[in-house]
C-alpha cells in the first residue's frame, strides 16, 4: 500500500491534492497519510480535527491519522469520530497505549501505533496486540524531506517476523525519507505500507508516482519472498 503524506502538499489546495492521487484500487493511493504535529511533542505545527473532518468530506480515501502530539490519550477519539480510518499514537507520548487502542476502535477506526527511530521495539510487543498497524518512523518526526534512516530496518523485519510467526496481526508501515531510492529496501524488509511526501507531492505527476513506487515495491516484495 502507498500512502502519500500531505505533509508535502499544498495546504491551500489540501481537496485537488487529495484528488491527484486518488484512483481505483491497485492505482490510486490506499491511504491519505494525514500528519498531524502540535509544536511539542515535535518541533512542528500543522493541522487538527477541524481539517481532518474538511478532508473527510472532501475525499473517499482513508484518511491514515498519524498523530505527532502530546497526551493522544485525550485526543486520539475525536479524530476517529472525525472519520480517519487509522488513528496512530506515539508509544512516546501515550501514557495508556492499551486503553487508548480500544478507545480509538470502539470509536471505529483502527488503531496505530508509531515508534521513533530511537525507540525499540521489544518492550511494546504485548502491547501491539491490540493494535491494528506499527509505524515504524525512518526519521525523526517533524519534517517532511529528511533522509531515510536505514537502521530502523531491523525494526520493521522484526515485525514482519511477529507477524509471520501468527504473534501478531499487524500493519507495518513506515514513514520517512520513503522514495525510488530507499523504498526496495522498505519492501524487502517486510513492510506492507510505505508513507511518502515529498516523492509523491515534489513528483510533477503525484499519481504517477503513487503507482511508481507501488510497482517498485511489489517487484522488490516478490524478489524477496522468492
Ligand atoms: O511524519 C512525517 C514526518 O514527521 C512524515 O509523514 C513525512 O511527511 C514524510 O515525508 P517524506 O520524508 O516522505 O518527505
Redesign the pocket.
Known sequence: MIAP????ADFARLGEEAAAVAGPPGEGADWL?V?V?DAHF?P?LTLGLPVVQSLRAATDIPLDC?L?IEDPDRWAVGYAEAGAHNVTVHVEAAADPVRIARDIRAAGAKAGLSIKPGTPLDPYVEVLRHYDTLLV??????????S?IPDVLDKARQARRLVDTGHLTLVVEI?????ADTIEAAAEAGVDCF????????AEDPGRAVRALREQAANAAHRARG
Open positions: 503524506s500531505i505533509l508535502s497519510h500528519d504535529m515535535v512542528n498519524h505527532m518512523m525512518s526519521v525523526e518526526p517533524g519534517f517532511g524531506g529528511q531515510f514513514d520517512g525519507g520513503i522514495n508513507v511518502a511526501g515529498s516523492a509523491v507531492y515534489g
